[in-house]
C-alpha cells in the first residue's frame, strides 16, 4: 500500500478564482458500465475506461507508436499495444515491495525511435546488507533496451546507472523520472522516512546532507553514461557532496513535470505536517525540508509556487502534467494538472499567477496524469489497478 504517500493530509485550495474558474463548469458524466464510478467533470469532457485488471501501476509512458508501458509496484512492466493489454509481461523485475518500495517510475528516451531505451526506477535487495532489515533495500535507476515491436525488453539490456539511492524505512522512495529539454534525466528521491520525519524534531533529516541522494533531484547524463555527470552540475566541486545532486530539501518527490519547451521542472513534494507543495526546481536550491513546510521567511530556502493546508482531511499531491495540444479548450493550454491520491481530484494550476482551479472529482486514488498523443490524457488509479483517459467532445474549443 502507499501507506506513507497517504499519510493523514487534507487539501485546501489557496487563491482566487479567474476567467479560467468561469470557464469551468463541474457536472456528473453518464457513468459507462465498465467503471466502478465516473468522475465529475466540466462540460464537454467525459471519462471512459483504458484499462482493468492491473496489479498497482505506478506510472505509464507512451511509445512513439502510441503503445503504452506500465509499470506495477510488484516489478512488472506491461504493455499496453493497439488497446489490448499484452498478456505477457514485458520485463520483471525482483523488487522489495515492502511500504512505498517497487518498481515506481518509467521513462521514454527523447531518441527511443532509433535507440529503444527506456529507464525504470525500482528498489531491490542489497547485497551489502541482505540481513539488515527494512534498510537492507537500495533503489537502483536503470537503462533497458525494447525490441523492435515494442513488446519486451531485450534480455540481459539492463545498464544500471544509479545503484545506492537510500530508503531506510520503506516509505518516501520519490520516483520522478524526466528528460528535460536540455536533455538530462532528472530524478526524484524521498527522504526515505527517517526517524527524524518531522520539522518539529530539530534533527537534520538526508533531505539536506549533501553526501547522500535521498530527498533531492538528481540530474544525469543518462544518454551518455560514460560521462554520467553533467559539468553544470551544481555541486560537481564540493567536498563531500553527490555530484549527481540538483537540487535538495525534499520529503517526497513523486510526481512532476516540466513545462512544455523548456528545461522549467515542476514537483509535487507530499509533504508531513502542515502544507503539500508544487515547488518550481532551479539548479541548487534548497526547498526546505525538513526545517520548514510551506513558505518561509528564511531566504536560504525556496518558496513553492503553490501550496495547499490540512484543513479537510487526508491528502498526497501525486500525477502532475502540462496540458500543451489543441484539442481541449484554448483556457487549458499551458495549465498544470496535478491531482491528489487521498483527496481523488485534479485541480488546475496556472504556475504564472498561482491561482488554482477545480477540473475534476471522483478521480479514484490518482497517481499518475500523462498526456496521451491524441490531445487527452490518461490517469492511473493505482488501488483500483485501472487506467482512465479524459477527452474533450465539446464544442467550445
Avoid: C
Avoid at 467525459?46 to 482493468?52: F, N, P, R
Avoid at 490531445?375 to 493505482?382: A, C, N, Q
Wanted: aromatic share 10%; hydrophobic share 35%; no cysteine.
Amino acid at each position: 500500500m502507499l501507506s506513507r504517500w497517504v499519510r493523514t493530509r487534507s487539501a485546501r485550495r489557496v487563491g482566487s478564482t479567474s476567467k479560467l474558474s468561469q470557464a469551468i463548469r463541474a457536472v456528473v458524466e453518464p457513468l459507462e458500465g465498465r467503471q466502478l464510478f465516473a468522475a465529475t467533470l466540466p462540460d464537454g469532457f467525459s471519462e471512459t475506461l483504458v484499462i482493468a485488471g492491473l496489479s498497482r501501476p505506478t506510472d505509464q509512458a507512451f511509445l512513439p507508436d502510441g503503445s503504452i508501458l506500465i509499470t506495477q509496484k510488484t516489478g512488472e512492466l506491461r504493455v499496453i499495444k493497439n488497446g489490448v493489454l499484452q498478456s505477457a509481461n514485458a520485463l520483471k523485475l525482483a523488487v522489495d515491495t515492502a511500504g512505498d518500495r517497487g518498481l515506481n517510475a518509467v521513462e521514454i528516451d527523447p531518441n527511443y525511435a532509433t535507440n529503444r531505451f527506456i529507464y525504470v526506477v525500482y528498489m531491490t535487495a542489497d547485497p551489502a546488507r541482505p540481513n539488515q532489515p527494512p534498510n537492507n533495500s537500495i533503489g537502483r535507476l536503470s537503462r533497458f533496451t525494447m525490441n523492435a515491436a515494442g513488446t519486451s525488453v531485450a534480455s540481459g539490456s539492463e545498464l544500471i546507472l544509479l545503484n545506492d539511492i537510500p530508503n531506510l524505512t520503506g516509505f518516501h522512495m520519490g520516483g520522478f523520472l524526466g528528460f528535460g529539454a536540455d536533455g538530462m534525466l532528472y530524478l526524484g528521491t524521498g527522504d526515505g522516512g527517517a526517524t527524524s520525519d518531522s520539522i518539529n524534531s530539530g534533527v537534520q533529516v538526508y533531505s539536506q546532507d549533501l553526501s547522500r541522494l535521498d530527498g533531492k533531484i538528481l540530474r544525469i547524463n543518462a544518454r551518455n553514461p560514460q560521462n554520467l555527470i553533467p559539468s553544470d552540475n551544481p555541486y560537481v566541486n564540493t567536498p563531500g557532496a553527490r555530484p549527481e545532486v540538483w537540487a535538495i530539501g525534499l520529503r517526497n518527490a513523486f510526481s512532476g513535470a516540466f513545462r512544455p519547451n523548456s528545461s522549467d521542472l515542476y514537483i509535487a513534494d507530499v509533504s508531513q505536517d502542515l502544507y503539500e507543495e508544487i515547488n518550481r526546481i532551479t539548479k541548487g536550491a534548497n526547498y526546505g525540508w525538513n526545517q520548514v513546510e510551506g513558505p518561509s521567511n528564511n531566504p536560504a530556502y525556496t518558496d513553492p509556487v503553490y501550496y495547499y493546508d490540512h484543513a479537510a482531511g487526508r491528502a498526497s499531491p501525486t500525477g502532475v502534467m502540462f496540458y500543451d495540444a489543441n484539442t481541449f479548450p484554448g483556457v487549458y493550454k499551458g495549465k498544470m494538472f496535478f491531482g491528489d491520491y487521498s483527496q481523488n481530484w485534479i485541480q488546475i494550476l496556472d504556475v504564472d499567477t498561482g491561482v488554482v482551479t477545480p477540473f475534476a472529482t471522483n478521480t479514484p486514488s490518482v497517481l499518475r496524469i500523462d498526456a496521451s498523443p491524441d490531445g487527452g490524457f490518461y490517469y492511473t488509479s493505482f488501488e483500483q489497478g485501472r487506467i482512465y483517459k479524459i477527452t474533450y467532445t465539446g464544442t467550445a474549443n
